[in-house]
């Protein structure tokens, strides 16, 4: 900040307003060399995985903009809690990724800075709502992620296509539980977590938030669909799987325990676990998550990371240079060869599908049936009130029409309450 000029307070302090001004005079000069520093700075956070990446493209930004990049590393929701306060003190980055799910409410409360989509023909409408709050666009997609179906190769020649073929699986004695009788881990699905479940409760119809997940007043999980997805649910819990399959905490480190000792012949689960996966020299394949018996497709949450603008930047508009920049086809495409996470960019999408690897082939395809999260800041409680919406149906302690009216007057009170 340039410092203001000393007044004299008058002529018998002439001398000491003249040292006192030359002295300011040369502050003056260092603080607005500063400012001038700071707009040539651009200051990025990103995950320690992303430097060699960004060190990689930076270069031609900076001799292109007159400006030099400073990296922070920092993990990206560490980031993001501090931006609050460490924004308006200035000491926060001018640009960052942001999941998908907090740019909404960070947008809100007003922490980041309304952008434009730079690379706008290369974004569907699933990848705009997922940066977009109230109408504003916060960010610009960088990642996308979604749950995908993993299958043993050495157990079945091919990942089955529909849920009938699925509970085929369900009825091959190879995959008999020896610890419960009459119980079954050819296939499992961590359904007690409502992350997994929804896209099942999607694809019989039921949803989150009306109006594309952005009415908070219409809420959509005790609907006929959505009940009839907990009743199918129910169902695998109580007359197929092991008990240990309802356990909230446990269930998903039973589903990987059987799935890498060769126990399960299909899974559902994250791209985020393929790394584990190949280290248990599991010989799997990777594809979308078979049709439902009612023949619609599996709907999972469309999840992912974009670039956003902090609304104490110093320079928003370098920073929008950035967001264009780093989100254009080429970088997306360097990204995904030097980071392995899949790219926004539907033209970069397309170039890493070719690869023919069969996880990112997966997550692109299904990642067309899936639903963008609701990022309004309602979403927090979702997540608190469908905690037990699957396990005190699959339990037994409520029917799957109680349960899900349950959980729905717990969100439902825990908005009125809050917003």
Partial sequence: MKSKMMKTLGLGLLS??????????????????????????????????????????????????????????????????ALALDGPAGKGPDVMMAAYDRIGALGQQGHLAEVKLGNEADYDETDKAQVTYDGKIYGEPAVIETLVLYYN?????????????????????????????????????????????YGLLAGYGGYVFGEDGTDASDIGLNNAGAVEGITYATDWFQNVWPKGMQDVTSAGDFVTQQFTSNKAAAIIDGPWQAQSYKESKVNYGVAKIPTLDNGESYQPFGGGKGWVVSNYAKNKDVAQKWLDYVTNQENQETFFEMVNEIPANQSARETAKAKNDELTTAVIEQYETAQAMPNIPEMAEVWTGAENLMFDAASGAKTPKESANSAVKTITEAIEQKY
Avoid: H
Wanted: aromatic share 10%.
């Fill in 16 to 81: 000491v307003g003249v040292i006192g001004g030359l002295a300011a005079c040369g502050s003056g000069g260092k603080s607005s060399s500063k400012a001038a520093d700071d707009e040539k700075t651009l200051t990025i956070s990103v995950d320690s995985g992303y430097t060699d990446y960004m060190n990689e493209i930076k270069g031609k930004f900076e001799k292109e903009n007159d400006v030099k990049i400073k990296l922070v590393e920092k993990d990206m929701f560490d980031q993001l809690e």
């Fill in 153 to 197: 190769k050495d157990l079945i020649d091919a990942a089955p296509t529909t849920f009938k073929e699925v509970e085929d699986l369900a009825k091959d004695e190879r995959f008999a539980f020896d610890s419960e009788a009459g119980k079954n881990t050819g296939f499992l699905a961590k359904w007690t977590d409502f992350y997994y479940s």
